[in-house]
């Protein structure tokens, strides 16, 4: 049995965009069982280009489940935003889970936007001023927040969801400054006191696809610009069909 996941973020829709990914997004009930957005649906966040996304995204034959991105809270519209969205039948997660009974297995979902920091070593930390401490303390509740979502589901394989990224593997390729702006440790350690089987996000346009948690659960960078196609898919094999991996198959090319 395998479940196949179907995943891109930093899709960034505005008017010029739709139209793009629908073509191989027509094909993906073929190809997967369920698809994730890694935030950045949206280019500034605005109400209508939600519903671009929810044009371009929604009524696809499959379940979408979705996190926003920083571009997805930039006008303040957040509300409205999730609201277009979960009316095309997009689902958001924030600090949430859900579990879907596919034909592969349950698969269980734990998804937030996350947020930056930086990694081990070079991160920041909640000392000082108290506009630091807010700024450390936003990514901690994030991630204890993906923890727990990920922790209390009763599933066969767990994924996780997050825009920020989780590990400093897949940020290789962007400027090493901008590191605590790109994700944080604390994610990757949320990620890790589950036994999640794969983490997906988005938010490095520049990074790179492949990473590692320190706990051992692959990272993938799922960014639009990074694996330039219209989605990645991943196969993935619950423990009782023989032991539990995870291969990229295939994907749909646009340019
Ligand atoms: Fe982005
Ligand atoms: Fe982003």
């Known amino acids: 049995m395998v479940i196949r996941i179907a995943a891109v973020g930093d899709v960034h ?20 069982d369920v698809l994730l957005l890694a935030g ?17 995204f929604g009524n696809l034959g ?10 997805d809270h930039h006008c303040n519209e ?3 935003v999730i609201r277009v969205l979960e009316g095309a039948g ?10 879907l009974d596919l034909p592969g297995g349950r698969l269980g979902i734990a998804g937030a936007k996350g947020f930056g920091g930086g ?29 727990e979502a990920l922790r209390e589901m009763d599933c066969d394989l767990r994924v996780a969801l997050t825009h920020y990224a989780p590990v400093p593997d897949t940020l290789a390729g962007e400027p090493p400054e901008i590191y605590p702006f790109l994700g944080s440790y604390l994610l990757g350690q949320a990620i890790d006191s589950a036994p999640t089987e794969l983490a997906l996000h988005g938010h490095a346009h520049a990074g790179t696809e492949r990473g590692t948690t320190p706990g051992g659960v692959r990272v993938r960078n799922v960014a639009h610009p ?22 990229l198959t295939s994907g749909s090319g646009i340019s």
Not at 14 to 26: K, S
Not at 40 to 56: P, Q
Not at 128 to 144: I, L
């Open 119 to 147: 990694f081990a070593g070079r991160c920041a930390s909640a000392f000082g001023e108290p506009e630091m401490k807010a700024f450390v303390q936003t990514t901690s509740d994030s991630a204890e927040q993906l923890g």
């Open 226 to 247: 990074v694996i330039k196609q219209a989605y990645s898919v991943f196969h993935l094999h619950p423990p009782y069909a023989g032991g539990a991996k995870v291969s």
């Open 90 to 99: 997009i689902l958001v997660l924030e600090g949430t889970n859900v579990v």
């Open 62 to 71: 499959v379940p979408v489940v979705a996190v926003l991105g920083n571009h």
């Open 40 to 56: 950045d649906l949206t280019r500034h966040g605005t109400e209508s280009e939600a519903r671009c996304v929810a044009t371009e």
């Open 13 to 32: 829709l505005d008017q010029d965009v739709v139209g793009r990914f629908r073509p191989a997004l027509e094909e993906l009930p073929d190809t997967a």
């Open 78 to 80: 957040v509300p409205q």
